[in-house]
């Protein structure tokens, strides 16, 4: 295919502006030539705006990192076997990679060759889309397709899908993950049929890398139908052991659409494929979840299904105040996605706006309450204690000193003298 007709990439001030401008200006020089490409080039043709940029360059990396420092730049080879040197600008970080071509490819240990090429350092990358560049005076270059593909937001691999895929199975994923944040309509057929095609490869990846796609994937804005779409070629099951709820996952988007909350990877993996506790276990091996994710998928599948809109007022605030604000707000929109209510639904929004309308005061009960009325240290003090706060919690909040007196006599009285 031949380079597009040039057009320009008008409004971009980040090309005039910032430190992107000098960084371009000492590289694009003395017979070499740099460009910036990939995302950022797709992001401004989309309307959005950049916050990341790459730079191509024919440049060898040791000449990069000649030319930061004589500009005054701080240069990081960090990953220079490969052609990648990090700059860094007034503060601002710039990956620079060298033109490239495969020598040979096997996912991130892939075997490659300087060169000066641009066409082919573009045909060796995942999609159309994602192998625009442009100049530093605006002039586009597209030398796959990519511009018309933006025109109608299709996500295309580049050249022969299977190919492209087998060069690195985690672009199965990207595919995926790509059409939801950018494509419209149906996924691209010539990609979803070499997807499917080639869906075993996906056990060669690591967990962590599969991780992190998903989490990408269930960010992004098309996640409900790019997983509709997977659960039914079998991705879903194949990658992550159960059998999605979509429908779930499809009301919790919708809920977050209504009430301006924003998308949350982990509450979302959730409402897809968390119902009982050994869910979060399962997902904590197959996609090597942190920590965190992991006891929030926990915290949320042991007891969901104990939240409705028909809990009074009082059990509401004593969840509110056993779970705090993260976590009750997370079993609350499970819940609701789970229930089926429409996104407006009164009840339901009153209790996700529970934490902004009431915050649960300080339990006022101390140890030294306690031990004054006879209570000895240890673990009778500690039973009294939670004896104490299940009173106060049961009585919903209250806040006078009679209602205080009144719990810790009644919890002093049963463990007076306990040793």
Not at 87 to 99: D, R, S
Not at 107 to 125: I, K, N
Not at 157 to 181: C, S
Request: some cysteine; overall charge neutral; aromatic content about 6%.
């Amino acid at each position: 295919m031949s380079e597009a007709a040039p057009r320009r990439l008008d409004g971009a001030a980040w090309l005039a502006r910032g430190p992107l401008p000098r960084l371009l200006a000492a590289l694009d020089r003395d017979g070499e030539e740099a460009r910036v490409i990939g995302g950022a080039v797709r992001n401004a043709l989309l309307g959005e705006t950049p916050h990341e940029f790459d730079i191509a360059t024919t440049a060898l990396p040791e000449t990069v990192i000649a030319r930061a420092a004589a500009s005054g730049f701080k240069s990081v080879p960090t990953g220079i076997e490969h052609g990648t040197v990090t700059v860094i600008v007034a503060g601002t970080p710039f990956e620079v990679t060298t033109l490239r071509q495969d020598v040979e490819t096997f996912g991130r240990r892939a075997t490659v060759r300087f060169g000066r090429d641009w066409r082919t350092d573009a045909e060796r990358r995942d999609f159309t889309i994602n192998a625009l560049s442009v100049s530093r005076d605006g002039t586009l270059h597209d030398y796959v397709g990519g511009l018309a593909d933006i025109a109608v937001r299709r996500v295309r691999f580049i050249g022969e899908a299977r190919e492209r895929i087998r060069e690195d199975y985690l672009r199965i994923l990207r595919f995926f993950r790509f059409h939801a944040a950018y494509g419209h309509g149906a996924p691209d057929p010539a990609g979803l049929h070499a997807a499917i095609a080639e869906r075993a490869g996906l056990s060669r990846l690591s967990r962590e890398r599969v991780r992190m796609e998903w989490m990408k994937l269930l960010a992004a804005a098309g996640v409900v139908d790019a997983v509709r779409v997977m659960a039914d070629a079998g991705f879903v099951g194949l990658l992550l052991g159960n059998v999605p709820l979509v429908d779930s996952l499809s009301r919790l988007v919708a809920i977050e659409a209504q009430r301006g909350i924003a998308a949350d990877p982990v509450r979302r993996l959730a409402a897809l494929c968390v119902v009982v506790t050994e869910d979060a276990e399962r997902l904590r091996e197959q996609l090597r979840l942190s920590n965190a994710e992991h006891e929030r998928l926990a915290a949320m599948a042991q007891g969901w299904w104990r939240v409705g809109r028909d809990l009074s007022g009082r059990a509401m605030r004593a969840l509110l105040f056993e779970l705090g604000p993260q976590a009750f707000a997370d079993r609350v929109m499970l819940a609701w996605a789970r229930d089926g209510a429409d996104p407006e639904d009164p009840d339901w929004n009153a209790a996700l706006g529970l934490p902004a309308r009431w915050a649960a005061p300080r339990f006022p009960v101390r140890s030294a309450d306690l031990v004054a009325r006879g209570v000895p240290a240890g673990p009778a003090l500690g039973a009294a204690l939670a004896e104490a706060q299940s009173a106060w919690i049961a009585a919903d909040f209250p806040d006078d000193p009679a209602s205080f007196e009144r719990i810790a006599a009644a919890a002093a009285s049963r463990h007076r003298g306990r040793g």
